[in-house]
């Protein structure tokens, strides 16, 4: 499905780092909260043989004021030292000096509006934008554009540009502020001069829209970046989290606690981050998925196979799906799934244009079932996912009409596809102002939550927007919305026909 970059494009964007304001809002002050003047000059002096407080405590928020010259030059001579402390925690050696500067709010304002509004980042997120609000994990009123701009110049506390080699310092927030952020950055800094950031994260031609046919493998390749996106940034977060814990004489690894609580901070925001707090659960959870997966992604490899295993492998041997970054198990298993073939769709949809098309990911489904059956169902079901694809489309010269969907995924066990299907049954009612049942059965309306335990066969309801069908073989769902049935009918037979061709 659509995935975010916090610059707020889809997968092929151009790369531009950057760390939450709620991140670092909610870190600071983890390693020194709370502890009084003395005691964290002691912590300092001698390595500390009890946990450090894990209270969130935010640093006060005042007016903004101009940083100072004096300030400044503190700041910049900073950059040498704490780069020195990324190096030797992630084990990238340093291969140069970074350039840094000082911006503006204007100047972030700038750089975040121009990433949101080249013409091809455009028409990438208007289709994710259109996608996101047929599945129900956007509202139909909601502007994608506007929002990510709104939030990125509430939230940005600085950036590592790969295309200038600079960090990127701000020029409204003192010395002290900034240098957790100066860790998480460097560390970018000292990928980009190992591994060139901008090629790791363009793995691949993944702009699905323009092929004429789409495989198996190039469904699998869809999430590649926003699984490099969260190596890139689980591994600063990381460095950012020790650099803080060191004056205490603790890291990442000696403090679950701490890294739960910045979990926890980064999903709930701040006061301040008003424009966060106020987003769909999706944009929430897309916006920090490289940051609180990627750390626990890091910190599991870290145990598991120490620094070599968690950050230069990483680039050698990525993770390939949003699966192996939320069950590191699975990555260092070397699991293989079975991928699903599609069909050529081309002959189907012969009276429809193609409008978008993408995988849908173990990260999209968890944040489906989160939505519409909470949080804890979802936390059971999702580790379930096997695959999944959507092929999006328009009846061919009506632009305005409703998108066509085909949505297609596959489970663990026909149990866990019935469950499935049984929770986006259970949501249409919440997508679509009018559904009613089409099939004269007996059974109670598909749109009542927890009419039935779980659906199998085929179901049909007529909404404001057409038909929708999902029927359940097997391991395998095939959802179709807004299709005539003709079409419907053909997709699930070319479907459930590759699906059984693939299991022989």
């Known amino acids: ?31 020194q909260g709370g502890q ?14 009890t946990q450090p407080s894990t209270q969130i405590s935010p640093p006060a928020v005042t007016e903004e004021q101009k940083i100072s010259p004096q300030e400044a030059e503190k700041l910049f001579r900073s950059v040498d030292e704490i780069l020195q402390f990324a190096s030797k925690d992630t084990l990238y050696p340093i291969k140069h000096q970074v350039k840094r500067q000082l911006v503006s709010r204007d ?18 997120l208007r289709r994710s934008e259109l996608v996101l609000k047929k599945f129900g994990l956007l509202p139909r009123d909601f502007d994608l554009g506007k929002f990510l701009v709104v939030l990125l110049k509430e939230q940005v506390a600085g950036y590592y540009d ?33 591994f ?22 190039e ?65 929430k959870e897309a916006l920090t998925f490289p940051y609180r997966y990627g750390i626990d992604f890091i910190g599991e490899l870290l145990i598991k196979g120490g620094k070599d295993k968690a950050f230069a492998d990483l680039f050698r041997n990525p993770p390939r799906s949003t699966r192996q970054i939320m069950e590191p198990q ?48 979802s936390n059971t079901l999702y580790p379930h996912w096997r695959g999944g694809y959507y092929y999006a489309v328009r009846p061919k010269g009506d632009p305005a009409a409703p998108l066509g ?37 007996g059974k109670e309306p598909a749109v009542q939550t927890g009419a039935w335990d779980h659906l199998t066969g085929k179901r049909g309801w007529l909404t404001e927007e057409g038909p929708v069908f999902i029927d359940v073989q097997g391991d395998t769902v095939v959802v179709t919305e807004s299709l005539d049935p003709a079409t419907a009918d053909k997709l699930e037979e070319e479907v459930f026909g590759a699906a059984a061709a693939a299991a022989k």
Not at 201 to 213: F, G, H, I, V
């Open 1 to 31: 499905m659509a995935k975010f970059k916090t610059g707020g494009k889809r997968r092929q964007a151009p790369i531009l780092t950057l760390i939450l304001l709620l991140l670092l809002l909610a870190v600071y002050g983890l390693a």
């Open 36 to 49: 009084p003047e003395e005691k964290q000059k002691n912590a300092r002096e001698s390595p500390a043989t």
């Open 107 to 124: 100047e972030v304002e700038a750089y975040v509006t121009k990433h949101t509004s080249e013409d091809e980042d455009a028409k990438r």
């Open 162 to 194: 790969p295309k200038t080699k600079t960090v990127n310092l701000l020029d409204w927030l003192g010395a002290e502020q900034q240098k957790p952020v100066l860790a998480h950055e460097l560390t970018h800094a000292l990928q980009d001069q190992s």
């Open 196 to 217: 060139n950031l901008e090629k790791y994260m363009k793995p691949a031609d993944s702009d699905l829209a323009k092929k004429k046919e789409i495989t198996a493998q």
């Open 219 to 283: 469904i699998e390749n869809d999430e590649l970046s926003t699984t490099r996106q969260a190596v890139v940034e689980g591994q600063a977060m990381v460095v950012l989290v020790d650099y803080m814990l060191e004056p205490v004489g603790l890291s990442l690894k000696d403090s679950p606690q701490v890294v739960q609580s910045l979990k926890d901070g980064m999903l709930v925001g701040t006061a301040d981050t008003v424009q966060f707090h106020n987003a769909p659960i999706y944009m």
């Open 330 to 377: 699975t990555y260092l298993s070397g699991e293989r799934l079975e991928p699903m073939n599609p069909p050529d769709f081309r002959p189907v949809f012969k009276n429809y244009e193609r409008f978008d098309v993408g995988a849908v990911g173990e990260f999209d489904v968890a944040v489906l079932i989160d939505q519409y059956a909470g949080a804890q169902v």
């Open 405 to 441: 969907l085909l949505y297609a995924s596959r489970w663990s066990n026909p149990e866990k596809a019935a469950n499935f299907a049984t929770i986006y049954a259970s949501a249409l009612g919440k997508r679509y102002l009018h559904v009613h049942d089409v099939l004269d059965d």
